[in-house]
T-cell receptor
Framework: GAGVSQSPRYKVAKRGQDVALRCDPISGHVSLFWYQQALGQGPEFLTYFQNEAQLDKSGLPSDRFFAERPEGSVSTLKIQRTQQEDSAVYLC???????????FGPGTRLLVL | GQNIDQPTEMTATEGAIVQINCTYQTSGFNGLFWYQQHAGEAPTFLSYNVLDGLEEKGRFSSFLSRSKGYSYLLLKELQMKDSASYLCAVTRWGYKLSFGAGTTVTVRA
């Protein structure tokens, strides 16, 4: 079956631009997660949704980062006024329920110039 | 906070065995995952340990000792396609994954 998909796969932004990253989770998965992975590092937790409710956003680095999942399926991570330090791979993961295995998408590689 | 440590790099020969250790100190611990990540690709699930002991799945085995804050991933009969980064991750409060920096395994012919 189809896995987690993310778009775009690559994004180049000029410093100060806003970007929107999309995640399509596995159909029927209740839980959705966003992670940020810097080069040579493990993923870092950003935020967690259960259906449309954002239950944990403690990992979002600043108020420039915003995530939503309005209908409990597709999610969008938005970064306003991008900075060079935002350059990273943004990974989305979904799981059938909260405590089950998380399945990752291929990520969006963001480069801020 | 949490602290998850694993070696940065390991090299082994095709057909050999490699053991990747992971130590952790964290609050809210529920279990420990191992993921494999090829360069430029998504992490893919390998194993999940909740209870102490060894879980075996084909060529891959994973061990957990909760009292020692220690896990290892054992890769047997290494193949060239096993060259990848291996990520140790603890799950906290039932949902939040905290990852180590990853161990890059290089398999030589």
């Amino acid at each position: 079956g189809a896995g987690v998909s993310q778009s775009p796969r690559y994004k180049v932004a000029k410093r100060g631009q806003d970007v929107a990253l999309r995640c399509d989770p596995i159909s029927g998965h209740v839980s959705l997660f966003w992670y940020q992975q810097a080069l040579g590092q493990g993923p870092e937790f950003l935020t967690y949704f259960q259906n449309e409710a954002q239950l944990d956003k403690s990992g979002l680095p600043s108020d420039r980062f915003f995530a939503e999942r309005p209908e409990g399926s597709v999610s969008t991570l938005k970064i306003q006024r991008t900075q060079q330090e935002d350059s990273a791979v943004y990974l989305c993961a979904s799981s059938p329920k909260r405590e089950e295995t998380q399945y990752f998408g291929p990520g969006t590689r963001l480069l801020v110039l | 906070g949490q602290n998850i440590d694993q070696p940065t790099e390991m090299t082994a020969t095709e057909g050999a065995i490699v053991q990747i250790n992971c130590t952790y100190q964290t609050s809210g611990f529920n279990g420990l995952f191992w993921y494999q990540q090829h360069a430029g690709e998504a992490p893919t699930f390998l194993s999940y340990n909740v209870l102490d002991g060894l879980e075996e799945k084909g060529r891959f085995s994973s061990f957990l000792s909760r009292s020692k804050g220690y896990s290892y991933l054992l890769l047997k009969e290494l193949q060239m396609k096993d060259s990848a980064s291996y990520l140790c991750a603890v799950t906290r409060w039932g949902y939040k994954l905290s990852f180590g920096a990853g161990t890059t395994v290089t398999v030589r012919a």
